[in-house]
């Protein structure tokens, strides 16, 4: 009998759905009845690819299924966390974009629809975004109750700087496409349907270069250009387990799971 064919990649929850095309992964966010929110088997399922890539693979290309990129942190398991699992848990996310952004090769997110709260950090992982014009960014963890854990207090002032990003979460503002773009959350813009595309010509442009050259842009230079991070990382992870435990927050999430708390929907 002939052996099973050896799988590619590593195996991936039902949320995640991936593809090679050449020297390009393709990582799709497949859970758009729940738009794409992230669960914890779903970012513990990103890490696994993130770790594992397959040699030969030169750039990942991440998109979202259905009509929005991503609702973020999955609320819906955010019940009854004590503080310590609450560190636990955002330093789980911090661990697995880790992977991304320091991981073995340059990524290319599209973004469409949602890209709010985790969906935002997951986006401000990879190097490059491409936007499509339904895009939208928002913070919305203040009228939840709750605070960012999944590295944006790092990442997002970098791309967009601290007194913008304490306009998103303290007014719960929202950028449309074209103003995302001119405050730096995206390297492109593109029209609504043209993302993935886009995304793959750019991961392929990419995936043509010197591998050292890619390794030292994404290794390399961010550590001269910036600090260290890892007191960021740390600091937001306690922030947001003691935001999590409030009593706050818990009728908040609650609010939104029984259908009472605001959508978080264009300006
Ligand atoms: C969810 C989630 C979610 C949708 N967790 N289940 N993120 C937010 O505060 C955004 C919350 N979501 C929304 O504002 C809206 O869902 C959207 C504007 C993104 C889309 O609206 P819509 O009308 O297309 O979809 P929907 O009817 O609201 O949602 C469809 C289903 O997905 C529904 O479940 P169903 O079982 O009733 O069908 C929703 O409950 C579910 N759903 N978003 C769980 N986020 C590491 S810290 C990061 C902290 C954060 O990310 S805070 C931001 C959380």
Redesign the pocket.
């Known amino acids: 009998m002939a052996k099973p064919a050896k799988r590619e990649f590593p195996k991936l929850p039902t949320s995640l759905a991936v593809k090679r095309q050449g020297d390009i992964a393709i990582l799709s966010l497949a859970r758009p009845?729940?738009?794409n929110?992230l669960d914890d088997t779903t970012v513990i399922g990103i890490e696994r690819f993130f770790a594992a890539l397959p040699k030969g693979i030169k750039a990942v290309v991440m998109h979202g299924r259905g009509?929005?990129f991503s609702?973020?942190?999955?609320?819906?398991e955010l019940t009854e966390r004590s503080v310590a699992e609450g560190v636990e848990h955002?330093r789980m996310?911090h661990r697995a974009f880790a992977h991304i952004e320091f991981g073995k090769v340059p990524v290319v997110a599209v973004l469409h629809g949602?890209v709010?709260?985790?969906?935002l950090?997951l986006a401000a992982a990879a190097h490059i975004r491409v936007a499509e014009r339904s895009a939208y960014y928002a913070l919305?963890?203040g009228s939840?109750g709750?605070y960012?854990?999944?590295g944006a207090s790092v990442r997002v002032p970098k791309l967009i700087g601290v007194t913008r990003m304490m306009d998103m979460m303290l007014t719960g503002r929202t950028y449309d496409a074209a103003e995302g773009q001119a405050i730096g959350f995206s390297h492109y813009l593109v029209a609504s349907g043209k993302g993935l595309a886009k995304g793959i010509e750019l991961a392929e442009r990419i995936a043509e270069n010197a591998p050292l050259t890619n390794f030292a842009v994404m290794h390399v230079l961010p550590r001269i250009a910036e600090g260290d991070a890892a007191g960021g990382y740390l600091a937001e992870s306690l922030m947001?387990a003691i935001a999590q435990g409030s009593a706050d927050a818990k009728a908040r999430l609650k609010d939104?799971?029984e259908k009472r708390g605001k959508?978080?929907?264009r300006g």
């Open positions: 009845h729940k738009r929110a009509e929005h609702a973020g942190l999955d609320l819906s955002s996310w949602a709010v709260g985790g969906g950090e919305p963890e939840r709750i960012v854990g999944g947001a939104f799971l959508k978080v929907l």
